[in-house]
């Protein structure tokens, strides 16, 4: 029997919690959770609520249940220290220890380090504490990205034609960002197509995943507000219709270099997930930004194809032995689709929270998989809050049928709800690799 403490409530984690249990090696499976997550529940022993702060709670539940193998699910944990505290209690955790996890937690960490340590993939970029020399640094660029320091649950990053128009309301976001955030990351807008790159570490070896590009826009056609994530798809031949193998082996070998530059930096190997996000452009692949755990609701996409025991990955990841394990995915094509409340996204003028959470019915899921999200099972049936509720996915040997699949079935959730229909589609799919050969036909700016 192997006894496995998973740390997280969201469909990212009930996703885990699927591949703990496909594991060969009698795997029990004991949750800690913010709230309940009742997919998380049914396939645990036993499930135990509490903060993602409360170190305390945490070790003790796991010393009691004499935990073997503790997974990270979300980055809150991560910030909090959750893999030192276990590690201190002898227990061995996938995901970074809290200095690492500034991977993720601190946007100007991790541009330093890839200055620093010459590792290509960086932007133009400069990091504040105080408006002094912003003015000057953003009127040397086209266009402006905006990102906090520190976490701001995927919503913080503000970028020039989406969130504001000029140089002027910039400086008035950055002063704002520098009010409540210990410092601003000020970047160069990037043009091109972004994919996410979930990749495993275990300090020296890093093992792709298969790419996955996300959908953060709330409506169809990519408009709207910026989300958690709508949907996402990664297609049978571990590529993307709008990349190439090159940019793949691209996004893999900055990740490579990180994962070295970090050990060289702290001393301490990286053990967990390094989810880059990556965006192809004319001058090559470029980082947004780096994930100290898997995607959601990439995890989603990813997970259910994974032929290798879950159980061995963790150990690997923990012993240093990546390198003998053969990391294995199958050839299939995966659309997620989220089931969302109406007012999802939306600001709260429009939102669905003000009438407190709202019934669903999930009807037949048609060969489906079915993630809960932000979802509270009461006697009297499933209710949702004003956050995701349920990830859908479809799994075929064809992009086209695996969409087919995942919109069959998100459509037989029934209550006040909506979903991006167009994610996997042949016309956004067109639009992706019509947007690339645009770009690689056009001349690479001096100095990009």
């Known amino acids: 029997m192997t006894p496995v403490l998973l740390i997280g409530n969201g469909a990212r984690e009930h996703a885990i919690a699927e591949a703990v249990m496909r594991s060969g090696r009698a795997p029990r499976l004991y949750a800690f959770m913010k709230t309940n997550n009742p997919g998380i529940a049914s396939l645990s022993t036993e499930a135990r609520i509490g903060r993602y702060d409360d170190l305390r709670a945490i070790v003790a539940f796991a010393k009691e249940r004499k935990i073997a193998v503790a997974v990270i699910g979300p980055e809150d944990p991560l910030g909090h220290g959750v893999v030192d505290a276990l590690a201190e209690a002898g227990i061995p955790a996938v995901g970074p220890t809290r200095a690492l996890a500034r991977l993720e937690t601190s946007k100007s960490f991790t541009r330093n380090l890839l200055e620093k340590y010459r590792i290509p993939g960086n932007p133009r970029f400069r990091n504040f504490t105080s408006p002094a020399g912003i003015p000057e640094f953003i009127a040397g660029l086209t266009g402006v990205v905006l990102k906090p320091d520190g976490l701001t649950g995927g919503k913080g990053v503000l970028v020039q034609g989406d969130h504001f128009q000029t140089p002027a309301e910039a400086l008035a976001h950055c002063a704002e960002i520098l009010r409540d955030h210990p410092g601003v990351t000020v970047e160069e807008k990037l043009e091109g197509e972004e994919f996410s790159l979930q990749c495993l570490c275990d300090g020296r070896t890093v093992v792709a995943t298969p790419p996955v590009q996300d959908h953060k826009r709330r409506y169809a056609d990519d408009r709207g507000p910026n989300t958690g994530g709508m949907g996402s798809y990664s297609c049978a031949d571990h590529l993307l219709p709008f990349l190439a193998a090159a940019d793949v082996a691209e996004g893999l070998e900055i990740t490579r270099r990180v ?95 003000a009438g407190g959470p709202s019934r669903i019915e999930v009807g037949d899921m048609r060969g489906a998989r079915l993630y809960y999200s932000s979802i509270d099972q ?68 001096s100095g990009g």
Do not use: W
């Not at 060289?264 to 989810?275: F, K, L, S």
């Open 378 to 445: 009461r006697t009297d049936g499933l209710y949702m809050t004003s956050s995701r509720a349920v990830g859908v996915v479809g799994i075929a040997d064809a992009l086209a049928e695996a969409e087919r699949v995942a919109e069959a079935a998100v459509t037989a959730i029934r209550g006040p709800v909506d979903h991006r229909r167009d994610i996997g589609t042949e016309p956004l799919i067109r639009k992706r690799i019509e947007h690339m050969q645009q770009l690689r036909k056009k001349p690479i700016p």
């Open 259 to 353: 994962a070295e530059a970090i050990r060289r930096e702290t001393g301490v190997p990286y053990r967990g997930v390094m989810y880059g996000g990556f965006m192809v452009t004319a001058a090559g692949v470029k980082l947004i930004e780096y994930n100290a755990r898997f995607g959601d609701p990439e995890a989603m996409n990813i997970l259910p194809l994974l032929k290798t025991d879950f159980i061995d990955l963790c150990r690997a990841i923990i012993d240093g032995r990546l390198e003998s394990l053969a990391v294995e995915f199958e050839r299939k094509a995966t659309v997620c689709k989220y089931c969302v409340p109406t007012g999802y996204g939306l600001p709260s003028e429009h939102s669905d929270a």
